[in-house]
Nanobody, 120 residues
Framework: QVQLVESGGGLVQPGGSLRLSCAAS????????MGWYRQFPGKQRELVAD??????TNYADSVKGRFTISRDNAKHMYLQMNSLKPEDTAVYYC???????????????WGQGTQVTVSS
């Protein structure tokens, strides 16, 4: 069984910072791309940033220059969020493209989500 677990969400004032973490565990053979998504109430989940296994990154225009995605090994990913704005308030989800030890192809896995609230 594969699990993605996010941590690091919470309440922060506008202009503040938070660092989200995502840890993958279970019978994992390999992980290709990983990414962070967010979901606003009543809206579809949207990409925040993603990172390939060789470190190439991609960001939504709304977070460029403020957020930084990184991976320190194959199974851990981070999102450093600076200069947070009230409009960044959302549930943030970790996503990974994983091939399990018993699988024959890669498939998407999701974490349970972590709430980020930016408010004074």
């Amino acid at each position: 069984q594969v699990q993605l677990v996010e941590s690091g969400g919470g309440l922060v004032q506008p202009g503040g910072s938070l660092r989200l973490s995502c840890a993958a565990s279970g019978s994992i053979f390999n992980i290709q791309a990983m990414g962070w998504y967010r979901q606003f109430p009543g809206k579809q989940r949207e990409l925040v940033a993603d990172i390939t296994s060789d470190g190439r990154t991609n960001y939504a225009d709304s977070v460029k220059g403020r957020f930084t995605i990184s991976r320190d090994n194959a199974k851990h990913m981070y999102l450093q969020m600076n200069s947070l704005k009230p409009e960044d308030t959302a549930v943030y989800y970790c996503n990974a493209d994983i091939k399990t030890a018993w699988g024959t192809r890669y498939r998407d896995y999701w974490g349970q989500g972590t709430q980020v609230t930016v408010s004074s």
